[in-house]
């Protein structure tokens, strides 16, 4: 079982509206945790680091969450644009780094 | 742009041949990671070289290695190729005083 799991895996929205990434986690302890944007085929690009001390952080219509009682991150994407389609993905770090599958986001005009 | 660059981008081999794909760290990034990731998943971590030398490694077979350079460029080999292999690649590097990871543009492997 992955120790990070993402929800939903794909999400299809209208531009325009917002909508809410889910990751869950089990990696404990942790040191930070981190959410990318990867465009298909291109490498991941970071949106957020939250220390397990922060619990949220924004990054102009990209707003990250994190509970560290309940392990659980949310990435909020805000007034969405054609550009957001993308994968979004979670990583936790310990010692090393642990991916999440990912969320797929389709924005449709 | 996040300075690292990778190549090839894209490459095509055969079963049981091997591969060598390059990394060039962006400028003063001591460490560099190498990902897996296959289609419609996270990339999977292979391993991690610091000043030359490998300090991690997740779990991947021996016939995965990898080399650094006193420039800190990196290169992964993957020998006796399979089927399974077919992935995009990722390097990523990182300066010693910061946590973010920059990551490059990857190298499409595919095992025919």
């Known amino acids: 079982k992955n120790q990070v799991e993402q929800s939903p895996q794909s999400l299809i929205i209208l531009e325009g509206k917002n909508c809410t990434l889910q990751?869950?986690?089990?990696?404990?302890?942790?040191?930070?945790l981190r959410w990318y944007k990867q465009d298909t085929g291109r490498g991941p690009v970071s949106l957020t680091i939250m220390t397990f001390s922060e619990n949220t952080k924004s990054n102009g219509r990209y707003t990250a969450t994190l509970d560290a009682d309940t392990k659980q991150s949310s990435l909020h994407i805000t007034a969405s644009q054609l550009s957001d389609s993308a994968s979004y993905i979670c990583v936790v770090s310990n010692n090393d780094m642990r991916f999440g599958a990912g969320t797929r986001l389709t924005v449709k005009p | 742009e996040t300075g690292v660059t990778q190549s090839p981008t894209h490459l095509i081999k055969t079963r049981g041949q091997q591969v060598t794909l390059r990394c060039s760290s962006q400028s003063g990034h001591n460490t560099v990671s190498w990902y897996q990731q296959a289609l419609g998943q996270g990339p999977q971590f292979i391993f991690q070289?610091?000043?030359?030398?490998?300090?991690g490694r997740g779990n991947f077979p021996p016939r995965f290695s990898g080399l650094q350079f006193p420039n800190y460029s990196s290169e992964l080999n993957v020998n006796a190729l399979e089927l399974d292999d077919s992935a995009l690649y990722l390097c990523?590097?990182?300066?010693?005083?910061?946590?973010?990871?920059?990551f490059g543009e990857g190298s499409r492997l595919t095992v025919l």
């Open positions: 070289y610091y000043r030359e030398e490998e300090n």
């Open positions: 990751c869950n986690y089990t990696v404990s302890p942790f040191s930070n």
């Open positions: 990523a590097s990182r300066s010693p005083w910061d946590r973010e990871l920059f």
